[in-house]
DNA sequence: CACGCTAAAATTGTCGACAATATACGCCTA
DNA sequence: TAGGCGTATATTGTCGACAATTTTAGCGTG
């Protein structure tokens, strides 16, 4: 049981490279939600065979981003309301959990490492108020932190290897550039500080609610934009 | 989002039915915990080629049952008191929350059938007092079913296709025969009571108390056989 | 014109061989 | 004899081609 998962390491396999590249592709909606995957067009885009293509597909389909139907190949997964609804439930869970374990497990110097981690957020999210991107990232960023922190590998491996990439893509194709992006930065905190308090209830709760937040967040882009 | 998962799912590729034998044996020794595994060798055994092979491979290792590591292969998974316990703190987590769900979202039909599995449950427990192997298979589908009444496509996965083989694997080398075999009839009955009076707050945590009920009576069998 | 059947095309699943990488062995040196 | 280096071996990663299955297109029939 290692804590390090593949998420970070660094490819060394051609079936690395392509999964990493085909994963931002669907996530960033260059290949789009619900469209067929053909494994020889695929193949000469990325202009390699299909044995690490095929590699590949079977960790998109393990986090969520393809679907596959044994010989009748594989399509883009569609966003819906429920399945955003059902994925964040999960996150609520599991997240909330994780901030628990994290109050009991996280190191003072991986807490002070991530307190440092907002203030350089607070810094920049100053200076150019209102950029989604950035403030998604370093919302992922500290999400990333405390799951880590939990120190346990099962859940580390569930939200950062297999869904992440999934709630990644809702944010992206929904826009997510509403005026959440203040209020994060202070649950954030809250949360941190109850971790390094070692209030784990409080920290459940308070990731619980975060989460809650940023999901309602989300259903209101999905009913503007008009399913 | 479909809900019927392909564990339930019979093998129709050849990846397919290597996968479920492999998965067999690893999961109850023949396989050994923490050995080496060697495509080549596996390949002449199941009498195929290393392609569908490593297609089951890349599955095996998405339900924690093997590690690969880039150009240097892959191990089964090593039994420890520690992963035992983030795999069950996961659990009592998860399946408080399916029971949540379910109290929610099963059917009264499904509730139903359920009351009928557990009054079969009993009556052939009955007769085969003390027989292990029963009892475990009837537990996990207990538990499957009120996975599968939860409706999230994403929690039915991580249960029953990633963490489910993994658990199983656990209780049939830890031996599992232990005095709780009567005790974890109630503990179900009283669950699917709570689910069918809709009150998901106590399914979750009667849930939780039979899964701790549950963990520390693997941890007990652990430290008799000396870990 | 709609429907079902048949045949052709395309796609996925599988195979055996080659290339790249890691492991194991033997040798040399200190 | 212990330790490090270089080669030999074995294993994993990748490739192109074939087999099996599904999808598509065309045809005939009601």
Redesign the interface.
Known sequence: ?HLSHPALRQP??AA?RVLQEIQRAIVEGDIAAGSKISEPELARRFDLSR?PL??AL??LE?C?LI?RI??AGARVVKL?T??LL??Y??RE??EG?ACK?AAEHMTDAEITEVRQLLDQHLASQRVREGESYYQEAGDLDFHYRVILGSK????I??LCD??YYLVRMYRVQLGMNGPRVSRAFDEHKAIINAIANRDGELADLLMRRHIAASRRNIELQLEQTGT
Chains 1, 2 share one sequence.
């Open positions: 049981m060394v396999t690395d044995a095929r590699e079977a960790r393990r969520h679907e044994p010989n819906s429920t399945g059902a994925l439930q999960l869970n599991l959990l374990l346990n590998s099962y859940l491996n569930i297999e869904l």
